[in-house]
């Protein structure tokens, strides 16, 4: 689904070290955070440095220093570039949600995100693992005193992969078909008034009412640049880009293959290929890491990770801006009662949870993960207290329970819903689970909002805006609540959208308009001789373009 930190997420046990057993070395890289501002011109561009605390044994290289700059100390998943890369090789890269098309105009899902963003297709600006707000397209921009008007300088002979040239025209005829058209995240650019192209190498973009978070739309969906002259192209099956990366197969059920762009208007791709594998079933997963079938699995379940074979094999806990979100259908009995919402929150038990999923990952009581503009620990609103989730349910008429049904797709497995089942019986709430396929769900849940109950991960940053939007798959309504977003969309400072967001995101919380089961930490494996792999956010894109593998040893 459709990722700055205010305080450092409350310790909880993703802080704490792993199990002894494990045979992998395992570094914690959430990191506690502080969040930098630049001003640019008046206009606030946010930044986060991080501190990275490692647990257990540290992966081989890594002596613990920080960096003076307050970044993530390197590792076998930090900046590559190593001397002696293997330009030939290929690296199999295991992954679990398969894209239903290509068309990252049009389809929903982190799962385009992750294959094509910054590999196939790029924008003006991109995103690092961290959320900096990185050059791309763009080599430099600047922001009016006002922060009304963004100059962005275009980088030089730049060529999509059929050869055309990118121009500033095709940045402007991009940006307007995303807004025009409604696009995935277009909505992000609704303060945009005007944008045009003064020449081949200027882009210019006027705002009605400032954005303090233009930059990173537009490090997103909305802001990738598509070849204007390839338009008749089919979205859905051909991706055009300007990256490092071509996309030349996709074996749908299997996987997808990117090779390298040997015409690459920047530095070079540092190996041939990339095949990413789609493997549903996590047991399945971890055998094809032992079998030497993956290079990488982006992520091992956490409570799989001692059974990774190879001790050379890296296991590395990144941060993640990932929300996994039982959803209620708020605007169908019975979850229209808050009182029934209510039970459900304090029937649940969230540090059992993290505890059977691994022990990485966290609580989270709102829909603002740590890290994302308007972050509060919520985690004390509802504590797990069961006698009071059946008063509230025999308040509500249901002295006898009820019964509800979970509709989740079918690659989250059933450790949730199985203790799910289990902790709502102990209230008087029979659960009855349906699993099915992801393109149902989006279809069923996503569109159609046909279900009471859903478990999903919505992985994306900065995605407050769901809740503040009626017609989401929540059915959330809260005047207030739309309110105080639609200062925040505008607010002239970060500092002030802060401040509106979590007031937003409390108002969520308070009305129960769903439960927040963890902020989940992904578990990266990453074999000897991969290097520049990333570990944080990997389940919202994979920037692959530091990428390499060891030359095997002359002999």
Do not use: C
Request: net charge negative; no cysteine.
């Amino acid at each position: 689904m459709s990722s700055s930190d205010l305080p450092p997420t409350a310790p909880g046990p993703a802080d704490r070290a792993p199990d002894a057993g494990a045979d992998a070395p395992l570094v914690d890289r959430r990191s506690s955070r502080t969040r930098t501002r630049i001003l640019a011109g008046g206009g606030a561009i946010i930044l986060v440095a991080a501190a990275a605390i490692g647990v257990g044994r540290a992966v081989a290289g890594d002596g613990g220093d920080d960096g003076a700059d307050g970044q993530s100390a390197p590792s076998s998943s930090a900046a590559s570039g190593a001397a002696g890369a293997d330009p030939d090789a290929t690296v199999t890269v295991g992954l679990t949600l398969e894209p239903s098309n290509l068309d990252i105009r049009a389809t929903s899902g982190v799962a385009l995100d992750q294959v094509l963003i910054d590999n196939v297709y790029e924008g003006l600006v991109s995103r690092a693992a961290d959320g900096t707000i990185t050059p791309s397209l763009a080599s430099s921009w600047e922001v009016s005193a006002d922060a009304l008007t963004y100059t962005f300088t275009l980088e030089p002979d730049v060529t999509f992969s059929n050869g055309d040239a990118l121009t500033a025209e095709d940045v402007v005829w991009s940006i307007d078909q995303a807004i025009g058209t409604e696009a995935v995240d277009a909505a992000t650019l609704g303060q945009v008034a005007d944008i045009t192209a003064p020449d081949e190498q200027t882009v210019v973009l006027t705002l009605d009412t400032p954005n303090p978070d233009l930059l990173w739309a537009l490090s997103g969906r909305p802001g990738l640049v598509l070849d204007e002259e390839a338009s008749d192209a089919d979205l859905k099956t051909t991706a055009i880009g300007s990256g490092p990366f071509l996309l030349t197969e996709w074996k749908q059920g299997d996987s997808i293959t990117l090779t390298r762009n040997e015409d690459y208007w920047g530095d070079p791709a540092q190996v041939s290929s990339i095949v990413f594998r789609y493997i549903t079933d996590t047991n399945a997963a971890v055998n094809a890491l032992n079998a030497g079938d993956l290079d990488v699995l982006a992520p091992i379940s956490a409570d799989l990770r001692d059974q990774v074979a190879d001790a050379t094999t890296a296991l590395t806990v990144g941060a993640a801006s990932d929300k996994f979100v039982l959803a209620f259908n708020n605007g169908a009995d019975p979850l229209s009662d808050q009182r029934v919402r209510e039970a459900i929150r304090y029937a649940i038990d969230h540090e059992a949870l993290i505890k059977a999923r691994g022990g990485v990952e966290a609580p989270l009581g709102g829909p603002i993960a740590p890290g994302d503009p308007g972050y509060e620990d919520l985690t004390g609103l509802f504590p797990h207290d069961p006698a009071k989730a059946r008063e509230l349910l025999a308040e509500a008429g249901y002295q006898d329970g009820l019964t509800l049904t979970l509709t989740q797709p079918n690659i989250y497995g059933t450790t949730f819903s199985d203790l799910l089942t289990s902790q709502l019986a102990e209230a008087g709430i029979a659960l009855e689970v349906e699993s099915v396929d992801f393109t149902t769900w989006l279809t069923d849940v996503y569109t159609n909002k046909d279900y009471q109950l859903s478990l999903v991960d919505h992985a994306e940053s900065h995605d407050f805006g769901a809740w503040a939007n009626p017609d989401s798959y929540f059915a959330y309504d809260n005047p207030g609540v739309q309110g105080l977003d639609a200062k925040a969309v505008v607010a002239a400072s970060s500092e002030e959208q802060d401040q509106l967001l979590a007031q937003a995101a409390r108002l969520v919380s308070e009305d129960a308009a769903a439960d927040w089961l963890t902020n989940f930490r992904t578990v990266t494996a990453v074999r000897q001789g991969v290097e520049g792999f990333p570990t944080d956010n990997i389940n919202a894109r994979l920037d692959l373009t530091g990428l390499a593998v060891s030359a095997p040893a002359s002999e």
